[in-house]
């Protein structure tokens, strides 16, 4: 049996054409007993077969093999540590169709991934629901099979339920026996798909139902009681599966779509083939308790997850090395479909936000490529990351762009309709692509999804000569070796007059004066239009300068505004521009109103904040003073009230600028949000303090708060005890952590891992102030053990390290980290830690950097007192 361990993948000597399940859950003992039957085909000589199986109990007098004469094994072996199940039988397999049954028994965990259970309230009593998770590789958690992508088979499933219960699977009901407290439900077959898209929910639901202009089914479930926050949600999958059968020219595979949100669930969602599981927060929507920002998520979620149901479940990836074809695809087409259906969110814009969280994880040494090698399943939950999901949607924009939307949509459903019902690599892509479009896109994309990173584009004005020159962008300011073929895009002075041409070679020179741009002209030069391209620019002195003026006159699209400050924010953490060019950048901001653009400048103000604090903390005070004034002109336009038939946008926009001015220690704005805070908790129905607003007053709150005046603290606690909507409850614990006092902040951490909060939500409460940094590393230290143990295998134990750890900024702080982890650090978390620590160190060197900033006091002094 020895030769099967350690093998990242299973033998090919049986392959599972139909999986025949039942499953009977008790929902009080938190058990399941189940039977599985198995077509296969054996296709080589054998005496073995070899599949997944995981914390399940086999009863080995169940198992046989029968296709000419009935077979039992002599062996039955499961490797724990490959959660491999080996069955030895005592001849050769014959070659061709047989059946492979198995008996077994399970636990319902309460981890979130497998055969889980979650719970939820009704009329005041706690009561348990089943559930499933089985990407990416816990299906056989639940029952025995071969649990990779590319093993496809079609599956009939069968539960033994409580009568009073709802049962859901992928497919419509067949049949259902009710025989006294018991009733048996089977579904119809499934078309042939992956293991990892199996899907079982059973408890008490309501739901609303709608039906899309060919009549497919869609139904919302949700808790009993909340079928109104359904509407939104329903409506949006109704019209995504219309435009999405329009776009990828292929009807919607399955009879109906179910959608149902789950109070216990570690991801946002899951796309299980027709009947996708999703958190509360990312389906649900109350017109009077969520916020715009929430609306946008569920649809921008439900949209990717309907993707799913083409670009991943009825083609799928071949193995999880091309887990970014998924998850990067239908990232990028959610924003197709919210863009679609509402215009007016300018989502396009917004979608800058994916393309520098990806940037910003690929400038780090211990990034990975969008294509990265999986050797064992142990090591897939840490790919589902900013590179995976974020960088490639970027790139897939980036490509688009380039070959134009029409041959793009017409090649990708070329691509759907050849690989319909089995899997693909990402070169098969790039093969429809190519063959579409007539263009070199295999080799072109081969640079950006095969080697880990990305450039940045240097272009300097000289003897009437445009230079460019490309070389790795690292964050940490050290060069790096690689080199990419880049779709460079530029225009001059105006949007009309724009260039567009490959850089393959580490550089290229053009004549400027074809361009109009002279050496002392004013006209401005932009690369990287409207960011379509998944690079940095770096222009040189006096293009530079030519921007700061094109963007105080307005001049540039929203797009652009945004690349020039985020490139420029890189750039400086990077220590290749002073902290003084990037004040002095974000002072042409001043009168910026774009939701995308301005939040972005938020965030910026919030990093180039905290690495002031640790650097120079003399000139903290002037520091935030001048980020309030920088947010002032917004600030008034928008006011604390909604204002009648104002933009979604708008709604988004000022609940993230007077949290800016809250933490930037804004006294007017703290005062009056502790006021309206006051009067919402004695009269939750006050227009005073509408959902757009609360996340801002919940901070300043906690801002004022401290050991000696614990009133607005207690308040918050109340309010997150009295709600039962997950958004309110994920906005209360987001904004707790922002107390300076140290004794609460720990406070707070310790009621994070309370019963109180579900597990599925303890990350969100990580959020501490920069006072409670060395507070919550002590408690991380202090509390390692049971986090490890609750949140062990899952991509929610990666949050604990980068949310403690990635904050600091010094060099000893990253020996100490280093040294406790020396001894506790396991594969699961091994990716995280490696680019967390690498962030300690980047902010170390940037703080040296400042310190030594000859002009910096000069400047700022003058930015934060300057009259406007």
Same mark, same amino acid.
């Given at each position: ?753 309370? &019963? %109180?909060?579900?597990?599925?939500? $303890? @990350?969100?409460? #990580? !959020?501490?102030? *920069? ?80 310190? &030594? %900033?000859?002009?910096?006091?000069? $400047? @700022?002094?003058? #930015? !934060?007192?300057? *009259?406007?």
């Amino acid at each position: 049996m020895d030769q099967f361990k350690s093998q990242p993948r299973l033998p090919r000597f049986a392959v599972p054409k139909r999986y025949d399940i039942r499953l009977k859950p008790d929902l009080s003992a938190c058990t399941f007993a189940g039977s599985v039957s198995i077509d296969l085909e054996i296709v080589s000589d054998t005496h073995f077969i070899v599949l997944n199986a995981a914390d399940l109990t086999l009863k080995s007098d169940s198992v046989s093999f029968s296709s000419s004469k009935t077979l039992k094994p002599i062996k039955v072996e499961l490797l724990e540590a490959d959660e491999i199940l080996v069955l030895e039988f005592p001849e050769a397999l014959p070659i061709g169709v047989g059946a492979l049954t198995i008996g077994f028994d399970g636990v319902l965990n309460d981890k979130m991934k497998g055969f889980y259970k979650s719970t939820y309230e009704l009329h005041g009593e706690k009561k348990n629901m089943a559930v499933t998770q089985f990407e990416p590789a816990d299906a056989r958690r639940c029952f025995p099979c071969w649990d990779e992508p590319a093993c496809k088979a079609k599956f009939k499933i069968t539960l033994d339920v409580p009568s009073e219960l709802v049962a859901l699977s992928n497919m419509p009901v067949l049949e259902e026996k009710v025989n006294g407290p018991l009733k048996t439900v089977s579904y119809e077959e499934t078309p042939i798909m992956s293991t990892y898209l199996v899907a079982v929910v059973v408890g008490l639901f309501d739901y609303v139902e709608d039906h899309t202009s060919d009549g497919i089914k869609v139904r919302v479930y949700c808790q009993v009681g909340k079928a109104d926050q359904g509407k939104f949600a329903l409506h949006v999958a109704v019209k995504t599966l219309e435009l999405y059968k329009g776009y990828f020219a292929v009807q919607y595979p399955l009879p109906k779509l179910d959608m149902i949100a789950i109070p216990d669930f570690a991801a946002g969602a899951m796309e299980n083939y027709g009947l996708v599981t999703y958190r509360e927060t990312a389906l649900l929507f109350d017109d009077k308790h969520s916020a715009a920002a929430n609306k946008q998520r569920v649809a921008t979620v439900v949209a990717h997850e309907l993707a799913h149901q083409w670009f991943g479940n009825l083609v799928t990836m071949e193995w999880w090395t091309h887990l970014w074809l998924n998850e990067g695809f239908a990232t990028w087409v959610s924003y197709l479909a919210a863009d679609s259906l509402f215009p007016e969110w300018k989502v396009w814009t917004q979608f800058l936000d994916e393309s520098t969280e990806g940037l910003r994880l690929d400038g780090l040494e211990g990034s990975h490529p969008i294509e990265v090698e999986v050797k064992h399943a142990s090591e897939i939950d840490e790919i589902f990351d900013a590179i995976s999901y974020r960088k490639g949607a970027s790139v897939i924009r980036m490509l688009q762009s380039y070959l134009g939307a029409e041959n793009f949509q017409r090649s990708l459903a070329a691509y759907i309709k050849k690989h319909a019902y089995s899997n693909a690599k990402t070169e098969d892509l790039w093969a429809a692509l190519e063959e579409g479009s007539g263009e070199p896109v295999n080799k072109l994309m081969n640079s950006w999804t095969r080697q880990q990173g990305y450039p940045v584009v240097c272009v300097k004005l000289k003897d009437q000569k445009l230079e460019f020159e490309q070389s790795q962008f690292l964050s940490s300011g050290s060069p790096g070796e690689g080199q990419w073929i880049v779709p460079i895009t530029l225009c001059y002075g105006s949007y009309d007059e724009h260039k567009n041409f490959l850089l393959q070679t580490k550089s290229e020179t053009l004549d400027a004066k074809e361009f109009g741009l002279g050496e002392t002209g004013s006209a401005w030069l932009k690369l990287n239009v409207n960011q379509a391209g998944f690079y940095r620019v770096k222009y040189d002195d006096d293009l530079a300068a030519r921007l700061r003026y094109a963007i105080e006159k307005k001049y540039l699209t929203e797009t652009d505004r945004f690349g020039v400050l985020d490139d420029s924010f890189a750039l400086c953490m990077a220590r290749h521009q002073s902290l003084t060019s990037l004040l002095t950048l974000m002072g042409a901001y001043r009168e910026e109103v774009d939701y995308t653009v301005l939040s972005n400048l938020i965030s910026i103000s919030y990093k180039v904040q905290r690495i002031t604090a640790d650097a120079t903390p003399e000139l903290l005070d002037d520091v935030n003073q001048f980020f309030i004034s920088l947010l002032q002109y917004s600030a008034e336009k928008l006011g604390w009230d909604p204002k009648q038939g104002e933009s979604h946008l708008d709604a988004m926009l000022r609940g993230e600028i007077l949290t800016a001015l809250s933490l930037f220690g804004h006294d007017p704005t703290l005062n009056e949000a502790n006021r309206r805070l006051q009067e919402f908790v004695n009269d939750r129905n006050t227009p005073l303090l509408p959902p757009d607003i609360r996340k801002a007053a919940y901070v300043a709150v906690m801002r004022k708060a401290s050991a000696s005046d614990r009133a607005g603290y207690e308040s918050l606690l109340r309010l997150y005890r009295d709600t039962d909507l997950s958004q309110e409850k994920t906005r209360i614990l987001g904004s707790l952590g922002s107390c300076p006092d140290p004794n609460i902040v720990l406070e707070v951490l310790n009621f994070v891992l309370s &019963s %109180e909060v579900r597990s599925q939500d $303890a @990350v969100f409460g #990580l !959020a501490v102030s *920069k006072e409670g940094r060395e507070t919550a590393w002590a408690w991380l230290k202090d509390k390692w053990d049971y986090i490890s143990k609750t949140w062990g295998s899952g991509f929610l134990m990666t949050r604990f390290v980068s949310a403690v750890v990635s904050p600091f900024a010094s060099f000893e702080k990253a020996k100490e980290i280093e040294e406790f982890f020396a001894s506790r650090s396991k594969p699961a978390i091994a990716r995280t830690l490696k680019q967390s620590m690498e962030r300690v160190d980047i902010n170390a060197k940037w703080v040296q950097s400042i310190k &030594s %900033e000859k002009q910096l006091e000069k $400047a @700022v002094k003058e #930015l !934060a007192h300057r *009259k406007y």
